[in-house]
């Protein structure tokens, strides 16, 4: 017995250029603060037919609550998934959301203050602080 069945599959592919940089190549030109709010917000995205994988759920919640107020990443997002008979068909998403401000050159201050977390030393103290605008 053979069995068939009419339908179509559409496939897409998308590449982008690429290229393989040394470690000493790269090097950072701007930098920016990071302001993170201390209210978590929450975000949300449903599968009712269970057809996309877990991963795009993830990040379509994410883009629901950066949506909802209007920032720039997700810290320390938290997941809640909702299984019907073993098919992912939500996802909940909550965490600390955060804009990324004062775009500027590198300044010597920035790289050691980068070197200190990004190689720490058992000695090191990274103190981290808004600074204080005086007012004219």
Known sequence: MIASSCGSTTMVTRTAKSGNLSYSAIAAT???DLKVSETKVTGEATNPDSFFPQSEMEKTA?????KKVDADILIEPQYEYKRVDGKLVSVKVSGY???YTNFRSVTPEDVEINNKLKYPKQE?????????VEKK
């Open 124 to 132: 090191t103290l990274v103190i981290i602080k808004e600074k204080e």
């Open 30 to 32: 701007v930098t920016s």
């Open 62 to 66: 994410v883009a629901d609550a950066l």
């Open 97 to 99: 959301p955060a804009k």
